[in-house]
């Protein structure tokens, strides 16, 4: 029997705890799709309209919500966690 890949998966792979994601919030009094971003905590598989789907745990960084569940699908990796960032290059930056 042929094994079911869970839905969401090859994304999921490519998270782990502590990685920065973002993700888009829609804004009804500027029509616009606002940008959000937080902590990946965990990731999981749930079985979700009878089919096994993978489910991240965000912490968002920006407002004082608690644990939110996104499809791992809608998720954009940012920052991968443990990576060193050189943050006095790159275009944003003003130090010689």
Do not use: C
């Amino acid at each position: 029997m042929k094994e079911e890949k869970i839905y969401g998966e090859l994304s999921s792979d490519n998270f782990q705890p502590g990685d920065i994601v973002e993700w888009r919030k829609w804004n009804t009094e500027t029509a616009l799709w606002m940008p959000r971003y937080g902590v990946i905590v965990g990731i999981q598989s749930r079985i979700m309209s009878n089919r096994l789907v993978s489910i991240a745990t965000v912490m968002p960084v920006e407002s004082g919500e608690g644990e939110m569940e996104f499809f791992s699908l809608s998720l954009k990796l940012i920052s991968r966690a443990g990576e060193p960032h050189d943050i006095s290059s790159g275009s944003h930056s003003n130090f010689s």
